[in-house]
């Protein structure tokens, strides 16, 4: 079954946001088949893990690896983070399993055909622009992702690159209504809607 591959801190603004520098070449962290979850016209249903515990969201834009081993198919998803769990891992020089690969923890939207543009894109909270930015300005480029992958791994067609997120990563409550879209040359071409419940409604 596919898994996901999470890119850290691909954003020059966001690794500035958490206090870090971006590495000096690409780095992952695996997301397990039951963290992925394609969405198509349906909501997405996120379960708000408790009152103690703080839920980031980071958009990302993701691509699909084909079966000639190169991008086929991209997208607009959610790399959401159990941050309590990752300041933790942190402190403790731990893995971060627990805050990226639980559950449904990267929603993605119906794929379409992956060109080599600049796509945008943009996170909504509640009818506000959370998170919005342009692949170009990723600090490892989509080419390089995949050669530095393939050189280190051994990804299998189907699998999904979260390749990175832009700022203004931020928490989430009960009750948030999100939109994560995917844009070429100012249109919208692939987008997902979901909404925030507590977990005590799972």
């Known amino acids: 079954?596919?898994?996901?591959?999470?890119?850290?801190?691909?954003?020059?603004?966001?690794?500035?946001?958490m206090g870090v520098e971006p590495p000096s070449s690409p780095m992952f962290f695996l997301m397990p088949p039951s963290s992925l979850t394609e969405v198509n016209n349906e909501i997405h249903t996120i379960y708000h893990p408790g009152?103690?515990?703080?839920?980031?969201?980071?958009v990302e834009f993701v691509v699909r690896?084909?079966?000639?081993?190169?991008?086929?198919?991209?997208?607009?998803?959610?790399d959401l983070t159990n941050r309590s769990a990752q300041k933790i891992a942190k402190s403790e020089g731990l893995p971060w399993t627990d805050a990226k690969a639980f559950p449904m923890s990267g929603p993605f939207s119906s794929l379409v055909p992956y060109e080599m543009i600049s796509y945008e894109i943009k996170l909504e909270v509640n009818g506000e622009i959370r998170q919005y930015g342009n692949i170009s300005n990723m600090v490892h480029n989509v080419n390089d992702l995949f050669k530095a992958?393939?050189?280190?791994?051994?990804?299998?067609?189907?699998?999904?690159?979260?390749?990175?997120?832009?700022?203004?990563?931020?928490?989430?409550?009960?009750?948030?209504?999100?939109?994560?879209?995917?844009?070429?040359k100012n249109e919208c071409i692939t987008q997902f809607e979901a909404e925030v419940y507590s977990s005590e409604n799972n």
């Not at 079954?1 to 946001?17: S, Y």
């Open 51 to 58: 009152d103690n515990i703080l839920l980031h969201h980071e």
């Open 1 to 17: 079954m596919p898994v996901g591959w999470g890119v850290l801190r691909n954003f020059r603004n966001h690794a500035k946001e």
């Open 65 to 78: 690896i084909g079966i000639d081993g190169n991008p086929d198919g991209c997208g607009v998803g959610l």
């Open 149 to 184: 992958l393939h050189s280190r791994f051994v990804p299998e067609p189907g699998d999904i690159i979260f390749t990175g997120s832009p700022q203004g990563v931020g928490p989430l409550f009960p009750g948030d209504k999100l939109v994560a879209s995917l844009w070429k």
